[in-house]
């Protein structure tokens, strides 16, 4: 009798740990899953155009048309892994929605749980453009060196016409009086991405504006002397650029993003 109710015990022992392990095998794969996505948008340069775009297609109803921009922008490797991505957190999400009709002995407990879960998801999905930002503010603070000795080189010596540079390249000079804009012919790679310089902007107070372009590109790394920041300008072709956000990334040195430029009439 003592063996029958010890054996009892023990299956009734295993069942309940058989079904805790079963409870917290989704929330431990929400967790990853969390952290992987977190993660993708802080160091991956083209995280923020895909939330972007699959944000606008939510939106418009237009899949096909978000779909054929994604692969263009980031290529069907990305494309493919976002779909897997997203596949994967329903799949896990429908697996915790059968957990709590099964376990309902933990359903307190898992609804605690996955309510912690849902406000950090709710955090992720509302912020992730600043974490996007933070992650473009990482990247661009460790691009600082190569641009220092080169904003050191065009505040001291400013092209006047067209020409060439060395180590930055060919480039036209706008307005042909007085430039305030060098237009690289060959736009200048930073080492080590696949992030490039597309054009260069010089205030009339001598501040210098790094154009990006490449996978880090649309924003601006800027060199701001003194106690000067980032302000909205019109640039040497006349474009208007109006000012949404900046970061300091650096001693004198700012991320900065524009709304997209509108050119003036003259």
Not at 3 to 8: E, H, M, N, R, V
Not at 44 to 57: H, K, L, R
Not at 113 to 124: D, H, N, P, R
Not at 227 to 236: A, L, V, Y
Request: contains cysteine; glycine residues 8%; charged residues 20%.
């Amino acid at each position: 009798m003592q063996t029958f109710q010890s054996d009892l015990e023990q299956s009734i022992t295993r069942l309940k740990s058989s079904r805790i392990r079963t409870s917290i095998a989704p929330v431990g794969l929400q967790c990853i899953m969390l952290v992987i996505f977190v993660g993708w948008l802080l160091l991956d340069p083209y995280a923020e155009p895909m939330m972007t775009i699959a944000a606008g297609g939510i939106r418009s109803f237009q899949w096909s048309e978000s779909k054929d921009l994604m692969i263009a922008i980031a290529g069907s490797l990305r494309f493919n892994a976002f779909i897997v991505a997203v596949i994967a957190f329903l799949a896990v999400n429908f697996w915790m929605l059968v957990q709590h009709v099964r376990l309902r002995r933990y359903a307190l407990k898992q609804l605690m749980i996955t309510t912690g879960l849902v406000a950090l998801w709710c955090a992720s999905a509302i912020g992730w453009q600043q974490i996007t930002w933070s992650g473009k503010r990482m990247r661009a603070a460790g691009r600082l060196e190569a641009l220092d000795r080169l904003a050191v080189s065009l505040h001291e010596d400013w092209p006047q016409s067209d020409g060439e540079i060395e180590g930055l390249g060919p480039f036209n000079a706008y307005p042909w009086v007085r430039p305030s804009v060098l237009l690289l012919l060959t736009p200048y790679p930073l080492e080590g991405t696949n992030t490039v310089i597309a054009a260069i902007e010089r205030s009339p107070q001598g501040s210098l504006r790094f154009q990006l372009g490449g996978e880090d590109g649309g924003d601006w790394i800027e060199w701001h002397d003194g106690n000067r920041i980032p302000d909205s300008f019109t640039g040497g072709l006349r474009d208007r650029h109006q000012l949404q956000r900046f970061s300091r990334i650096g001693s004198d040195w700012y991320l900065v993003r524009y709304s997209e430029a509108v050119a003036q009439s003259s």
